[in-house]
């Protein structure tokens, strides 16, 4: 059972290296498919086998089904397990003991997962029964995906929004997610009986991004050579392409493709953009090109009320009016570089709920038999996402009408909880951000939010 590392405190620094785009201007977004499948594995699936969920609670019951039926292995890769998840570590228990073939592997963050809320109980010491029997967000079921930037406590379950992706009997994208958090356990700490950790690795736990980055590096090409030997069928009208983030590391897969899709669509007339983060606060690169882009944009962020961090005690309550802060900065940037009548920013606001989505979809409105995209993991594009974190999100590209029909659906559901920003809003009395929540920022905070 794996932990991830401290990337920030623990692994050095490793210089970004730029990757040329070329000068290819498409037409059309299903010209983005050479680009694409020349640098990342891909995955080919049928529509029908993709469903997209809406609700917390239908992600909940799936996630429950999936653990009663897995009859060979059971992949989870996530930030956390909440304390509270004694009915679904209960579950898991239960399943191992009745099929003695089933493995459970669950890789989580070092810090989250070994945080006591209660002490002397962590989600560590919650789940230590498994260990015997052995065990970024991946939840992966024998063949069946769940995709989601949503991690395993109630709120996930019940009141946090979030997006929901399952593909069911996709041989080939479970057998590379299986791998990946195979080669992620070799650079963390195993959970051991007695609720310590202990590490495995011949590299000291200090030291290893080095070996970490040579391996990342073969794993995605010796993928690519096997997704590359898939025999295309007349069924598939859907391409997957997994894409590794992790700076600290010098891999930077969802960094380039995003750049490469930003910068691509600019030649496609009827070029459509849709972005949303729980956390906003686009990287540099990002930013940029959003800014200098042309493509009518339509951008949702989480309101202060919906913010997880509302009412945080400490520091991390602090959080919320810093988004505040860095929403209106943007708002301010798209009316400098003229942006503001081809760019809509807008919060998501729902009683009670918090907003945890995140991803983007790209469109063309002047033809509907072109291809769409969409991005959905757990990045929220933001310059943590890129330089700190371990992320791993999924593009997806589409001919299927009736998928794109669903997706356009799913960027209406999220609309039509939110609202539109303008100046008056960011002068609001309860948007005032505070001197010391502006200096937190511009000390550098902003690079980790």
């Not at 020349?38 to 992600?59: E, G, T, V, Y």
């Not at 989600?123 to 498994?130: D, R, V």
């Not at 669509?265 to 940029?288: Q, V």
Request: contains cysteine.
């Amino acid at each position: 059972m794996g932990f991830l590392r401290n990337w920030f405190n623990q692994i050095p620094k490793i210089p970004i290296k730029g990757t040329s785009h070329g000068t290819h201007h498409p037409h059309r977004i299903d010209e983005l498919y050479p680009w694409l499948c020349n640098r990342h594995p891909s995955f080919k699936a049928n529509s029908k086998q993709i469903d997209l969920l809406s609700k917390p609670i239908d992600f909940h019951r799936r996630f429950i089904h999936h653990i009663n039926t897995a009859q060979r292995s059971i992949y989870i890769s996530t930030l956390y397990i909440g304390e509270e998840q004694n009915e679904l570590v209960g579950l898991l228990q239960r399943r191992l003991r009745e099929n003695q073939q089933l493995t459970v592997t669950i890789l989580a963050d070092f810090n989250r997962f070994t945080r006591q809320a209660h002490p002397p109980h962590s989600p560590a010491s919650l789940i230590s029964p498994l260990v015997r029997l052995f065990g970024n967000r991946i939840y992966c079921f024998d063949d069946t995906v769940l995709l989601s930037g949503a991690n395993l406590n109630t709120s996930y379950f019940t009141n946090r929004q979030d997006r929901y992706m399952q593909i069911t009997d996709n041989f080939q994208l479970s057998n590379y997610l299986r791998a990946f958090v195979e080669l992620m356990t070799r650079f963390s700490y195993k959970l051991c009986d007695s609720d310590d950790v202990r590490w495995e690795n011949d590299a000291p736990a200090s030291a290893f991004s080095d070996k970490a980055r040579e391996e990342m590096e073969h794993f995605t090409r010796r993928q690519c050579r096997m997704s590359n030997e898939q025999v295309d069928q007349p069924q598939y009208d859907t391409t997957i392409y997994p894409l590794i983030q992790s700076g600290l590391w010098g891999v930077r897969e969802e960094e380039d493709s995003v750049h490469y899709l930003l910068d691509a669509i600019n030649s496609i007339p009827g070029a459509i953009l849709h972005m949303t983060s729980g956390y906003f606060s686009l990287g540099g690169g990002y930013k940029r090109r959003v800014m200098e882009s042309r493509v009518p944009t339509w951008i949702i962020a989480a309101s202060p009320d919906a913010n997880g961090f509302l009412g945080s005690r400490g520091v991390s309550g602090r959080i919320p009016e810093a988004y505040t802060h860095l929403m209106s900065k943007f708002y301010t940037s798209s009316i400098k570089h003229h942006r503001h009548n081809s760019l809509q920013l807008k919060e998501w606001r729902r009683n009670g709920w918090t907003y945890h989505c995140k991803g983007l979809w790209i469109r063309n409105e002047k033809s509907a038999d072109d291809a769409m995209a969409t991005l959905i993991g757990s990045s929220n594009l933001s310059g943590r996402s890129s330089n700190l974190d371990l992320e791993l999100s999924f593009l997806l590209m589409t001919s299927s009408g009736e998928l794109k029909k669903r997706l356009q659906g799913e960027v209406e559901e999220l609309n039509s909880c939110s609202t539109e920003v303008s100046e008056k809003t960011f002068k609001q009395p309860q948007r005032k951000v505070s001197l010391f929540t502006r200096f937190l920022l511009w000390m550098g905070v902003e690079g980790m939010l």
